[in-house]
């Protein structure tokens, strides 16, 4: 064993560390979402509430923590760890793509916009490796039981959440409309 019983437990050590750390800003990162649509009126106020003493978002901690604890059940049924894992990281990470597609749309068919012809050519370059990514990333990097199953889960889940956020972004927005009509 020699060197190697010691550094074996120290890198799955380490390894765990950055686990717990990524966890850690990746869930503060994404409970600030609910928080700040309570605070638009676009979801509930009680996810926007602050705590009195700590000053978190308790409503949008726990919202996120449901949610989060929801995907992970269901992209751990009858897979391996190994594709849960694939499935929950690519369906996540093509959500976060595809706020990039709109960033690196804008200045490309914004009204208005007349960015210059390298921030352009940067624009088209961004989309189009952006889109690359978004697409491949639905299709398994590792053997998989079921690679059309794979597709479909991961595809699903990026057109539900999207489909449902539009539609409760245009319920939001109708109610809001009608409480400023009021």
Avoid at 33 to 46: I, K, N, Q, S, Y
Wanted: overall charge positive; some cysteine.
């Amino acid at each position: 064993m020699g060197i190697a019983g010691v550094i074996a437990p120290m890198a799955a050590v380490l390894l765990i560390c950055h686990i717990v750390s990524y966890s850690s800003l990746s869930y503060n990162a994404v409970i600030r979402l609910p928080m700040v649509a309570g605070w638009d009126r676009l979801l509930p106020a009680w996810l926007s509430r602050l705590h009195p003493r700590y000053k978190t978002p308790v409503g949008s901690i726990v919202f996120i923590g449901l949610v989060a604890f929801a995907f992970i059940i269901l992209g751990n049924l009858g897979v391996g760890a190994q594709e849960a894992f694939q499935l929950l990281g690519n369906g996540s990470f093509v959500c976060y793509a595809l706020t990039y597609l709109v960033m690196f749309a804008i200045p490309l068919i914004a009204r208005g916009e007349k960015p210059a012809w390298g921030v352009r050519l940067a624009a088209v370059s961004g989309f189009a490796m952006t889109l690359l990514y978004a697409v491949l990333s639905i299709f398994p990097i590792i053997d998989v039981q079921n690679a059309a199953s794979f597709t479909a889960k991961v595809g699903g889940v990026v057109i539900g959440i999207n489909v449902a956020g539009t539609l409760y972004f245009r319920h939001a927005n109708k109610r809001k409309q009608a409480l400023a009509s009021i």
